[in-house]
């Protein structure tokens, strides 16, 4: 038989020298340390380089009070005689849980009043710990980049006295959460290396206009081969806002964190779950009156597609994304009577509408992001086909462009496509999987085909037209077979061969494309898709 153990005679003893209030103490003055971060003049110079410091960006990002750091004491320390700290650096990087419309997210940011933002003390560490964490624990991740973030310099070899070959410590996790989890990235200073890399593995990223410049190395590094050059011409943002190795550019750290909760509004946590439907706040129902001239009759002029997506989605809930880049393109992400949707379309106004290499490229990428967070596609058509020409030849745009329809193809998640005017080419024929039920809609401006009449009737009837040797009776000719072609390129003739579904007034787009949003939310499969999302 046991011994009795004796009664407690109070349920909190009285402190002694046994407790152990010493170490309490001592870890509080560590953490306060680490508060400190690079010491008053580094915080001061931060800030006046129109920067905030990497803790109140953390607090600016987050739910107030919902931070939760880990691994505040990492860093260096010193130690005297006596064994007693005597002096703390700690690493640059913060990271940790909190909450972002109090949901779990977890972030991690580089701390450039430390060294610079580069390897210091267990950075590589608490990035990879981050990565991990936001990986196994399925919570979006927010990187809050400023500095080379761990990739190291030359003055560690006076240091460490050797040099290594360099290796890409824990990036598998930072693979794994593009097919896993959100992951957005701010590069908020002079990002270089690693951090350039952190910055554009991701689902979405942002720059701040003046404050930030990416490059894969610096101005140092760089004037050795092309001379001296400023970092902002060599990597500001007005190069990567255009070029897509940032999705967009905001004029201030505090909008980046407001785009950056904003799209995560529209997503899972992971892609173990699906998006949650928001609070209707917008009529189903609602027609706009001008919508039914929209599209103007005459085939030339261009019109801006951008006021009617904003008409067909719920009121205030359409964020585009990469505005500045791949422009013939048009992506963003909304809501149609709650339920967070893609929206896809193309801008008449750069190249007419048809897709360059570029916006093949940036069509890629945003399907791909629909796809793997479970969120249904709506395309508003407007293809002329892929850009032709020297210029789109030299670009490799039939390779991009290819890539951008086998994307459709390979997507899973309900689509719906809405014909408003042009559908040509391979790039027409590839506005939707052919191989699943074509939900669509055209408006009565839809026109289709092989090839434009307009640019067709030449390339058809060219040995005709060659045996004409007087030029007006060849423009004639041309007007001649073009108003043939015309008068049946009607899409009531389409329709009567029932190769286009229906043709609806486009008054009525919003009411059909709110259900076809209530019809898809069932049919979303939450799992992660069978590849992987490419950055």
Same mark, same amino acid.
């Given at each position: 038989?046991?011994?009795?153990?004796?009664?407690?005679?109070?349920?909190?003893?009285?402190?002694?020298?046994?407790?152990?209030?010493?170490?309490?103490?001592?870890?509080?003055?560590? *953490?306060?340390?680490?508060?400190?971060?690079?010491?008053?003049?580094?915080?001061?110079?931060?800030?006046?380089?129109?920067?905030?410091?990497?803790?109140?960006?953390?607090?600016?990002l987050?739910?107030?009070?919902?931070?939760?750091?880990?691994?505040?004491?990492?860093?260096?320390?010193?130690?005297? *005689?006596?064994?007693?700290?005597?002096e703390?650096?700690?690493?640059?990087?913060?990271?940790?849980?909190?909450?972002?419309?109090?949901?779990?997210?977890?972030?991690?940011?580089?701390?450039?009043?430390?060294?610079?933002?580069?390897?210091?003390?267990?950075?590589?560490?608490?990035?990879?710990?981050?990565?991990?964490?936001?990986?196994?624990?399925?919570?979006?991740?927010?990187?809050?980049?400023?500095?080379?973030?761990?990739?190291?310099?030359?003055?560690?070899?006076?240091?460490?006295?050797r040099?290594?070959?360099?290796?890409?410590?824990?990036?598998?996790?930072?693979?794994?959460n593009?097919?896993?989890?959100?992951?957005?990235?701010?590069?908020?200073?002079? $990002?270089?290396?690693?951090?350039?890399?952190?910055?554009?593995?991701?689902?979405?990223?942002?720059?701040?206009?003046?404050?930030?410049?990416?490059?894969?190395?610096?101005?140092?590094?760089?004037?050795?081969?092309?001379?001296?050059?400023?970092?902002?011409?060599?990597?500001?943002?007005h190069?990567?806002?255009?070029?897509?190795?940032?999705?967009?550019?905001?004029?201030?750290?505090? *909008?980046?964190?407001?785009?950056?909760?904003?799209?995560?509004?529209?997503?899972?946590?992971?892609?173990?779950?699906?998006?949650?439907?928001?609070?209707?706040?917008?009529?189903?129902?609602?027609?706009?009156?001008?919508?039914?001239?929209?599209?103007?009759?005459?085939?030339?002029?261009?019109?801006?597609?951008?006021?009617i997506?904003?008409?067909?989605?719920?009121?205030?809930?359409?964020?585009?994304?990469?505005?500045?880049?791949?422009?013939?393109?048009?992506?963003?992400?909304?809501?149609?009577?709650?339920w967070?949707?893609?929206?896809?379309?193309?801008?008449?106004?750069?190249?007419?509408?048809?897709?360059?290499?570029?916006?093949?490229?940036?069509?890629t990428?945003?399907?791909?992001?629909?796809?793997?967070?479970?969120?249904?596609?709506?395309?508003?058509?407007?293809?002329?086909?892929?850009?032709?020409?020297?210029?789109?030849?030299?670009?490799?745009?039939?390779?991009?462009?290819?890539?951008?329809?086998?994307?459709?193809?390979?997507?899973?998640?309900?689509?719906?496509?809405?014909?408003?005017?042009?559908?040509?080419?391979?790039?027409?024929?590839?506005?939707?999987?052919?191989?699943?039920?074509?939900y669509?809609?055209?408006?009565?401006?839809?026109?289709?085909?092989?090839?434009?009449?307009?640019?067709?009737?030449?390339a058809?009837?060219?040995?005709?037209?060659?045996?004409?040797?007087d030029?007006?009776?060849?423009?004639?000719?041309?007007?001649?077979?073009?108003?043939?072609?015309?008068? $049946?390129?009607?899409?009531?003739?389409?329709?009567?061969?029932?190769?286009?579904?229906?043709?609806?007034?486009?008054?009525?787009?919003?009411?059909?494309?709110?259900?076809?949003?209530?019809?898809?939310?069932?049919?979303?499969?939450?799992?992660?898709?069978?590849?992987?999302?490419?950055p």
């Amino acid at each position: 038989m046991l011994p009795a153990v004796p009664e407690p005679t109070s349920a909190h003893p009285a402190a002694t020298d046994d407790t152990w209030e010493p170490e309490i103490a001592e870890l509080r003055r560590r *953490e306060a340390m680490a508060q400190r971060m690079g010491g008053p003049d580094k915080v001061e110079r931060q800030h006046q380089g129109g920067k905030l410091t990497v803790r109140e960006r953390i607090e600016s990002l987050l739910d107030e009070g919902s931070f939760h750091e880990i691994g505040a004491l990492a860093g260096r320390a010193s130690y005297g *005689e006596d064994a007693e700290l005597s002096e703390f650096t700690p690493a640059n990087f913060v990271m940790g849980r909190g909450r972002i419309d109090d949901r779990p997210v977890v972030v991690g940011g580089d701390d450039f009043t430390v060294r610079g933002g580069a390897a210091d003390a267990s950075i590589w560490q608490k990035q990879v710990y981050a990565e991990q964490m936001a990986l196994e624990l399925r919570l979006p991740l927010v990187r809050l980049v400023d500095g080379t973030g761990g990739g190291g310099s030359v003055k560690s070899l006076d240091t460490d006295r050797r040099t290594y070959v360099p290796p890409l410590l824990g990036w598998q996790y930072a693979v794994d959460n593009l097919a896993t989890v959100p992951v957005v990235a701010l590069a908020l200073g002079s $990002v270089a290396g690693l951090g350039a890399a952190r910055v554009v593995n991701s689902h979405y990223a942002l720059m701040v206009r003046d404050t930030a410049q990416v490059f894969v190395a610096g101005p140092p590094v760089v004037a050795r081969v092309e001379g001296e050059i400023a970092k902002e011409d060599l990597g500001g943002a007005h190069i990567h806002g255009r070029n897509g190795v940032v999705d967009d550019v905001v004029d201030t750290e505090a *909008e980046a964190f407001a785009r950056t909760r904003r799209f995560l509004s529209y997503l899972p946590s992971s892609v173990h779950e699906v998006s949650a439907r928001g609070e209707p706040t917008d009529d189903p129902e609602r027609r706009d009156p001008w919508l039914i001239g929209a599209i103007p009759r005459n085939q030339r002029q261009v019109y801006r597609i951008r006021p009617i997506i904003e008409s067909l989605v719920d009121q205030d809930s359409y964020l585009e994304i990469g505005a500045g880049w791949g422009r013939a393109a048009v992506t963003g992400l909304a809501r149609l009577d709650g339920w967070p949707v893609g929206i896809l379309s193309s801008d008449p106004y750069q190249a007419g509408g048809s897709w360059t290499a570029d916006a093949s490229d940036k069509v890629t990428r945003f399907v791909d992001l629909c796809d793997t967070f479970h969120l249904p596609v709506v395309h508003l058509v407007d293809q002329p086909g892929f850009m032709v020409g020297l210029a789109g030849e030299q670009a490799g745009t039939i390779r991009n462009g290819v890539r951008a329809i086998a994307a459709i193809h390979q997507a899973s998640v309900p689509w719906c496509s809405v014909l408003i005017r042009k559908v040509f080419g391979v790039g027409g024929a590839g506005h939707q999987s052919s191989s699943r039920l074509s939900y669509r809609y055209a408006w009565p401006s839809g026109r289709w085909g092989s090839l434009p009449v307009q640019g067709g009737v030449e390339a058809a009837f060219r040995a005709e037209l060659d045996a004409l040797a007087d030029e007006d009776a060849r423009q004639a000719r041309i007007a001649e077979i073009t108003a043939r072609m015309d008068a $049946v390129a009607s899409p009531f003739r389409t329709a009567e061969a029932f190769l286009v579904e229906e043709i609806i007034d486009p008054r009525d787009t919003r009411p059909l494309l709110c259900e076809f949003a209530n019809l898809a939310a069932p049919r979303r499969q939450a799992g992660p898709t069978t590849r992987s999302y490419r950055p």
